[in-house]
């Protein structure tokens, strides 16, 4: 038996149709470390973690899951939990309206003959609420305890199974920072009982706090795996260049801006989370878009760019938004979607799925969605007219369909995306936002789109774009801001990005300082 | 349904057009291949009890009476089927038929005593003050649907219950003709044994079929869209008219000629179907079934539709409160119990979807119609009514079942 190591995954391959998540990944965690795993969004920190945890099940991957030095076949999470290994995902998963307790037996009840024990149940509750530190009564309602709380309440499960490899993802995303350091502190506490931990987290200053090995995943690949107490000191500075070291891989289209007027402007815009309410998602920020430009946000995740967007979208996020608006110079307010589209303001969700498309309706009715007043007279809609708009933006954009009357639900995620652009280029707006628009469509059909930005750029309209690849808004962008826990940390020009220079500014804190 | 194989077969068609499965010429009959198999269904139907019935259920007086018994559940059922695509459900119809019709009926009775037109007037716009009362809890305050429309049918059974007492009996004739009454024969007299003026609507609305469906097909051909083939097509067009011919000619030979709900359900099919399928608010309606989020971001404001839709049943369920206090000669505190559900099945038969954003107005009506033939055939084979309502209850699970199993397998191809 492996003494070292709880835990080795030897060449882990795992493919979904079209994309390689995982290729050929190693990671060996010693028993009783806090091992950190790095990565950019969509480097396979997550489906890594599925692997080892059984989600995907045994042969749904290439390769081998060794722990204690036995290979491991896990065909679903209940039998990766008998081994020990304990997930505790960034959306937490626990049930609002049951107590502590209750969920911390969920699906592992002290019951006798199916009869709960509710003594029990309760009594075990407090003692591993004791355990990390959580001062609730157990049958208090999960949904009226904080984010923080609810944190913990997942770690008191995971330790009421008899936990022994504990992954965190992004544990602290949602938490201030006095959450923050007491969740530190209690997997800190962890470890002096013998237990390991696994943690994903973008906010490399607790990483440099806490890990004692740090890997790094990029592309679906393990760069490097960096001991944190080795005779080299391990800096934030060197996980960054780990993280982003990639040569840019996909080409882009050229680009040569005529930029002009401004046409946007956001001041000291601050807005509330909906529903904890005291929490502030975007904070302060004030930003300028101006005509044939295209300006990028970037931030990790949880760093409010999207807030910030759907908030200035006629406010369809967020509560207590404050802060002035102006178009062309002139402050306005948009309230409502329908006034922000009048002010000629646009964006293009991250997620079209659900928020994009009506996926059981054909792709002619998506593309006039957002216009269809301009197609109709006396209210009846133009039904020839709008055939023809559809069809002229199935040609311009290479809409891959069988027909405009097809739906959009059968086409590919790529050609979906397409459908969400020539719905808002239909709108004709001056600004138009689009978030995450390459997001999970493949290479060609992403310079395909990024042909589409230039040429809305090129019209004289103000671009704005949200991405998590960075290469992509270096890429793309002539100018980008930098957003980190709601604050924009940084602007830079195009000729000054570079991923280094963006991640410090993303990964910020809250002050402002560098570390 | 379609098969790869490694063989190279030329192509029929020409290279950069795009090949086109057996799915999607089905997509290219418009998305319609459902409401063909609900209008074949009802085709089925209407043979089988033409069979068990010795041919009893196309007598001309039974055909005109289908219409005149079931017209109540085609008025609501073009309401419910708004409601339903935009992802809501209205339980309270048949408790506003109660009402409203109570209403009416003590507008045009003594003492207020005002001219049967007027109360109708009336009737019709307390409806629409039901319905925007309804829709005003739904769409600006939030409140279920469900649990609004459950109050609803409460709150206004209690009223009707109120306003009518018990009955109301002793309505003018000229208002209990909406629903007993025939065009006048007298207008254009007969052909041999046949209403003339029958005849004449019979065949304009076939005329008009056949043309709406031919300009129809030009304006797929102008864009190069998919048309089903021209056999088909014709097939289809011949089907139409000589089904609505055959209709006219036995009614015809009935003792009234065309009944007025008949027209009145009419119209409402034609000025509903166009609303639906052609007006920016008919879209929004589907918008907001099919997505409710993304037509939010799209800049349709949800709230106003869901608004109008409610003010618009409750108009609808005024329309059929009239109908079937004419029908009855009386305001009944009772009457309309289970019209909700009868409309509401009328819907699902018809191909709309539980979960909204999918539906048609024809195919309400021929849920609805379904339904009706159902009731009528039964009756004639003097079937018990509690089997009558066992067997109805069937046809609609089995209808429902039928239409998720076919989607299933579409989905797995």
């Known amino acids: 038996m492996d003494t070292e190591h709880i835990l080795e995954m030897r060449g882990i391959t795992k493919t979904f149709p079209g994309v390689k998540a995982l290729a050929d990944v190693t990671l060996a965690v010693r028993r009783g470390e806090i091992h950190a795993i790095c990565g950019e969004n969509g480097a396979g920190k997550s489906t890594l973690m599925k692997v080892l945890s059984g989600i995907y099940p045994h042969g749904a991957y290439a390769g081998d899951v060794v722990l204690d030095g036995e290979v491991q076949e896990f065909r679903g999470i209940r039998d990766s939990e008998r081994r020990g290994i304990v997930i505790i995902h960034q959306e937490l998963a626990l049930s609002p309206y049951l107590s502590i307790a209750e969920n911390i037996f969920l699906g592992n009840e002290r019951a006798e003959r199916g009869v709960v024990d509710w003594n029990r149940t309760n009594a075990e509750a407090a003692r591993l609420l004791d355990r990390v530190g959580l001062a609730e009564r157990p049958d208090t309602r999960v949904s009226d305890i904080g984010v923080g709380k609810q944190q913990l309440v997942e770690i008191a499960k995971a330790l009421s199974k008899e936990v022994r490899l504990l992954i965190l993802d992004e544990p602290t995303a949602a938490l201030n920072d006095e959450d923050s350091a007491h969740l530190l502190g209690l997997i800190r506490g962890l470890r002096e009982e013998g237990i390991t931990s696994i943690i994903i987290s973008h906010k490399l200053n607790e990483i440099e706090a806490i890990a004692d090995t740090t890997t790094i995943l990029r592309d679906g690949r393990t760069i490097e795996s960096l001991d944190m107490h080795g005779d080299e000191t391990v800096s934030e500075e060197r996980i960054i260049r780990g993280m982003v070291g990639r040569p840019l891989d996909h080409r882009f289209p050229e680009h040569t801006p005529a930029i002009g007027e401004e046409v946007l402007r956001i001041e000291d815009w601050t807005v509330h989370h909906p529903i904890d309410q005291a929490r502030k998602v975007v904070d302060g920020a004030s930003l300028t878009v101006r005509r044939g430009e295209i300006v990028g946000l970037a931030g990790l995740m949880g760093a409010g760019r999207t807030e910030l967007a759907m908030s200035v979208f006629g406010r369809s996020y967020g509560t207590r938004i404050s802060g002035r608006l102006y178009k062309d110079g002139h402050e306005v307010t948009a309230t409502t979607v329908q006034e922000a589209i009048s002010h000629g303001i646009a964006y293009a969700t991250e997620d079209r799925k659900r928020f994009g498309l009506n996926l059981i309706d054909t792709v002619q009715h ?51 995306q397409k459908v969400v652009l020539a719905k808002w280029l239909h709108a004709d707006p001056d600004v138009l936002i689009l978030d995450e628009p390459t997001r999970g469509i493949d290479v060609g059909a992403k310079y395909e789109i990024y042909t589409i930005i230039n040429r809305l750029a090129e019209a004289g309209k103000g671009v704005v774009v949200i991405s998590s690849e960075l290469p992509e808004l270096i890429g793309v962008c002539d100018r980008i801001y930098t957003l980190s826990q709601g604050r924009v940390t940084g602007e830079v020009a195009r000729a000054d990005a570079t991923q280094e220079h963006l991640m410090h500014f993303m990964t910020m804190d809250k002050d402002g300082i560098a570390r | 349904m379609s098969t790869t194989t490694d063989v190279n077969v030329p192509s029929p068609t020409p290279p950069d057009a795009p090949r086109v499965s057996l799915g999607q010429r089905l997509q290219g009959l418009g998305g319609n291949a459902r409401q063909y198999g609900i209008f074949g269904a009802l085709v089925v139907i209407v043979l089988l009890f033409q069979v068990l019935t010795d041919g ?23 309401g419910m089927v708004m409601v339903i695509v935009a992802g809501h459900i209205d339980l309270s119809v048949g408790s506003v038929v109660a009402f409203v019709g109570g209403i009416v009926a003590v507008t045009m009775r003594d003492p207020i005593g005002l001219p049967w037109t007027t109360a109708v007037l009336v009737g019709l716009a307390v409806g629409a003050l039901v ?21 609803g049918m409460l709150v206004f059974r209690g009223l009707a219950l109120v306003v009518v007492g018990e009955t109301l009996a002793g309505l003018p004739p000229a208002f209990i003709r909406i629903a007993k009454g025939y065009l006048p024969s007298e207008l254009l007299g007969y052909v041999g044994n046949m209403d003339a003026l029958t005849l004449l609507i019979g065949a304009i609305t076939v005329g008009a079929i056949v043309l709406t469906q031919v300009r129809a097909r030009r304006a797929l051909r102008r864009h190069d869209l998919h048309v089903e083939a021209a056999g088909l097509f014709l097939a289809k067009i011949a089907m139409i008219a000589v089904g609505i011919g055959v209709l006219t000619v036995i009614l015809s030979f009935s003792a009234g000629g065309t009944p007025i709900v008949l027209v009145i359900v009419g119209v409402l099919v034609v000025v509903y179907s166009f609303l639906m399928g052609r007006t920016v608010f008919g ?40 109908v079937t206090t004419a029908r009855a000669g009386a305001a009944i505190a009772a009457a309309g119990q289970g019209y909700e559900l009868d409309a509401i099945a009328a819907c699902f038969i018809g191909g709309a979807a539980v979960t909204g954003g999918i539906g048609r107005i024809s195919g309400a009506i021929i849920g609805a119609l379904i339904m009706g033939v159902l009731n009528m055939g039964l009756s004639i084979m003097s079937v018990d009514p509690s089997w009558q309502m066992a067997i109805k209850g069937m046809v609609l699970l089995l209808a429902v079942a039928f239409d998720l199993l076919n989607k299933r397998r579409a989905g797995t191809q």
């Open chain 2, 56 to 78: 009893k259920l196309l007598l001309a007086n039974n055909l005109a009476a289908l219409f005149q018994q079931n017209a109540y559940v085609m008025i609501l059922a073009i």
């Open chain 1, 366 to 416: 998506n593309i006039s969605a957002a216009s269809l007043g301009t197609l109709a007279r006396g209210g009846v809609v133009d039904r020839e007219e709008e055939t023809k708009v559809a069809e002229r933006y199935r040609t311009e954009l290479n809409i891959r369909t069988p027909s405009v009357r097809a739906l959009v639900g059968k086409l590919s995620g790529g050609n979906q």
């Open chain 2, 283 to 322: 879209r929004h309606i589907y918008a907001i079934g099919g997505n409710r989020q993304a037509a939010a971001l799209s800049g349709v404001s949800t709230r106003k539709v869901d608004f109008w839709i409610f003010v618009n049943i409750g108009f609808l369920a005024g329309v059929a409160a009239v």
């Open chain 2, 131 to 151: 319905g925007a009362w309804q829709g005003f809890w739904v769409a600006y305050v939030g409140i279920p649907a469900f649990i609004v429309t459950l109050a």
